[in-house]
């Protein structure tokens, strides 16, 4: 092969490889935004399931307190 034919391969290659890894590290930091805001979406929804239960839980132990203390004793 002459020196030009083997720099101009080489040359390809390497704009070749450039490219792969561009298209990889964009994949990459894309794919870790996704999983992230996938992440917090489920997160967000732990919480407010979490909350909800968390009020109806208190609101229930309050009626139950509330009840125990004006309860009569016959």
Do not use: C, P
């Amino acid at each position: 092969m002459e020196f030009g034919t083997i720099l101009v391969s080489v040359a390809l290659l390497a704009g070749l490889l450039y490219w792969f890894s561009d298209v990889i590290a964009t994949g990459l930091i894309a794919g870790l935004i996704f999983l992230g805001e996938a992440l917090l979406t489920v997160m967000g929804i732990i919480l407010t399931v979490g909350l909800q239960l968390a009020i109806r839980i208190n609101l229930l132990f309050g009626k139950a307190k509330h009840l125990l203390q004006h309860a009569r004793v016959y």
